[in-house]
Nanobody
Framework: QVQLVESGGGLVQAGGSLRLSCAAS????????MAWFRQAPGKEREFVAA?????????SYADSVKGRFTISRDNAENTVYLQMNSLKPEDTAVYYC?????????????????WGQGTQITVSS
């Protein structure tokens, strides 16, 4: 098992930047594909970004964040990051870190085995 704790959320103006962190503990962090999802009020949780098991691994992004967000991981620090630039009001949501026990990146929520508690991002216009 792995436990996930997100940090770095907050309030930011449109056009600003934030970096989210997700610290993992428990079973070997490098065994997991890692991802970020988000859930806005009244909407379903949606995929944001994912990174494969290596520290310089393959990444995947939702079209809505491509070119603005960057996912990365540091396996020595057991941490995955989400750098968010050029934030928009529509990025407002609770952001969740997720871990998938396996090799293959997935954009599907149900393919992830472990979840953090979430961190709120609010982007003001």
């Amino acid at each position: 098992q792995v436990q996930l704790v997100e940090s770095g959320g907050g309030l930011v103006q449109a056009g600003g930047s934030l970096r989210l962190s997700c610290a993992a503990s428990g079973r070997s962090f490098s065994s997991y594909v890692m991802a970020w999802f988000r859930q806005a009020p009244g909407k379903e949780r949606e995929f944001v970004a994912a990174v494969s098991r290596r520290s310089s691994g393959t990444t995947s992004y939702a079209d809505s964040v491509k070119g603005r967000f960057t996912i990365s991981r540091d396996n020595a620090e057991n941490t995955v990051y989400l750098q968010m630039n050029s934030l928009k009001p529509e990025d407002t949501a609770v952001y969740y870190c997720a871990a998938r026990d396996g090799f293959i990146l997935s954009t599907t929520l149900n393919n992830y085995d472990y979840w953090g508690q979430g961190t709120q991002i609010t982007v003001s216009s």
